[in-house]
């Protein structure tokens, strides 16, 4: 019953900005931790940032440490990406994720896919060079 919808993503010459957002919806909706992974065509999905909604800490991809900054707000069960400094290998399709059962928490991992139950549909950033 959870839903996760992006929303932000499009064309972007290098060195420039965009903020992805994700919006949670659900009678019941919870999460431990909500997060950003992307996948670029040929490629595995990859981990980019993560939040968790117990303690808030915040987990980046080494790829996008000092560029792009996480950030919720509790009140809308949303999650946004504000992303600068962006490079052509930046571009992928841009998925939102949530954790409803708490394995991020119990297993203190949050960049691995399968610990994430609930995912968006994808938003696509494409950077230009």
């Known amino acids: 019953q959870v839903q996760l919808v992006e929303s932000g993503g499009g064309l972007v010459q290098a060195g420039g900005s965009l903020r992805l957002s994700c919006a949670a919806s659900g009678r019941t909706f919870s999460a431990y931790a909500m997060g950003w992974f992307r996948q670029a065509p040929g490629k595995e999905r990859e981990f980019v940032a993560a939040i968790s909604w117990n303690t808030g800490r915040i987990y980046y991809a080494d790829s996008v440490k000092g560029r792009f900054a996480i950030s919720r707000d509790s009140a809308k069960n949303s999650v946004y990406l504000q992303m600068n400094s962006l490079k052509p290998d930046d571009t992928a399709v841009y998925y939102c994720?949530?954790?409803?059962?708490?394995?991020?928490?119990?297993?203190?991992?949050?960049?691995?896919?399968?610990?994430?139950?609930?995912w968006g549909q994808g938003t696509q950033v494409t950077v230009s060079s």
């Open positions: 994720a949530a954790d409803p059962l708490g394995k991020t928490y119990y297993s203190n991992t949050y960049s691995q896919r399968s610990a994430y139950g609930a």
